[in-house]
């Protein structure tokens, strides 16, 4: 058995979506119906790097599938509101992709939490330019998924 760590590659990715849409249709979420019995939703997480998502989101317009890219608005490695960072957001959103809230909010009261993600989806809204109609949260704890 081999210690072989296997890195990424676009190549590989390419595949594997080859692969995973001869056997499912590959749809955004808010295509999904209760009726469905098999599809794929794709959704990237951006937790280093807007470049290497922006690339991401070449392979898979060139592959002929829309996927969500989510942006943590606070981020250590990278600053979603930089103006070439918001610039490679748009360029994604044009390739046909969606842009969602990748959002680690603090422990609170679900009240206060739906007013945290809603300030910051407005906050997206606002330097994007377009509308922001999901999100995600980042590594949620038990008591944030328990509210939904």
């Given at each position: 058995?081999s210690?072989?760590?296997?890195?990424f590659?676009?190549n590989?990715y390419r595949?594997?979506?080859?692969?995973?849409?001869?056997f499912?249709?590959?749809?955004?979420?808010?295509?999904?119906?209760l009726t469905?019995?098999k599809?794929?939703?794709?959704?990237h997480?951006?937790?280093?790097?807007?470049d290497?998502?922006?690339?991401?989101?070449?392979?898979e317009?060139?592959?002929g599938?829309?996927t969500?890219?989510t942006?943590q608005?606070?981020?250590?490695t990278?600053n979603a509101?930089?103006?070439?960072?918001?610039?490679?957001?748009?360029?994604?959103?044009?390739?046909?992709?969606c842009?969602a809230l990748?959002q680690?909010?603090p422990?609170m009261p679900e009240k206060?939490?739906?007013?945290y993600?809603l300030?910051?989806?407005e906050?997206?809204?606002?330097?994007?330019g377009?509308?922001?109609?999901r999100?995600a949260f980042h590594?949620p704890?038990?008591?944030?998924l328990a509210m939904?």
């Open positions: 058995m210690n072989r760590i296997m890195k590659s676009y590989e595949n594997i979506i080859k692969l995973i849409q001869q499912l249709p590959i749809i955004d979420f808010a295509a999904v119906k469905m019995n599809f794929c939703v794709i959704r997480d951006i937790e280093f790097s807007i290497r998502a922006a690339r991401l989101a070449e392979v317009n060139d592959l599938i829309s969500t890219y942006v608005l606070r981020n250590n990278y509101l930089s103006e070439k960072n918001i610039k490679l957001i748009h360029y994604i959103k044009s390739l046909g992709h842009i990748h680690n909010p422990l206060d939490l739906k007013k993600v300030k910051d989806i906050t997206l809204e606002h330097y994007y377009f509308e922001v109609d999100y590594r704890k038990q008591d944030q939904y």
